[in-house]
Nanobody
Framework: QVQLVEFGGGLVQPGGSLRLSCAAS????????MGWFRQAPGKEREGVSC????????NYADSVKGRFTISRDNAKNMLYLEMNNLKPEDTAVYYC???????????????????WGQGTQVTVSS
């Protein structure tokens, strides 16, 4: 069955860095575009970044552009999110998700994705 497992979250000081990883199994990662979303307490889940199946295209939310980098290794069935210069407003649970078949350059909405990981907590605080 399809599984997505995120790890790499934690507590970091403002200005610090974290690298999130997402291990995919049960499907051929190279066939699918993938995305990262996040959800802070009391807020809706928001798209952070997406990447096309062969890494040709990436897209980022304005709030993370220039600070976050999405990447993938299809041979290892892994998706990554490198987060630099973290801010307190980046505090949230971060989710990786598999996009439904079909291409788009935009991050889209949660309804555009069909499988989700359980999430990993990122807390940015001094």
């Amino acid at each position: 069955q399809v599984q997505l497992v995120e790890f790499g979250g934690g507590l970091v000081q403002p200005g610090g860095s974290l690298r999130l990883s997402c291990a995919a199994s049960g499907f051929t990662l190279a066939y699918y575009d993938m995305g990262w979303f996040r959800q802070a307490p009391g807020k809706e889940r928001e798209g952070v970044s997406c990447i096309s199946n062969r890494s040709r295209y990436t897209n980022y939310a304005d709030s993370v552009k220039g600070r976050f980098t999405i990447s993938r290794d299809n041979a290892k069935n892994m998706l990554y999110l490198e987060m630099n210069n973290l801010k307190p407003e980046d505090t949230a649970v971060y989710y990786c998700a598999r996009r439904k078949l079909g291409s788009s350059y935009s991050i889209g909405y949660p309804s555009d994705y069909d499988y989700w990981g359980q999430g990993t907590q990122v807390t940015v605080s001094s």
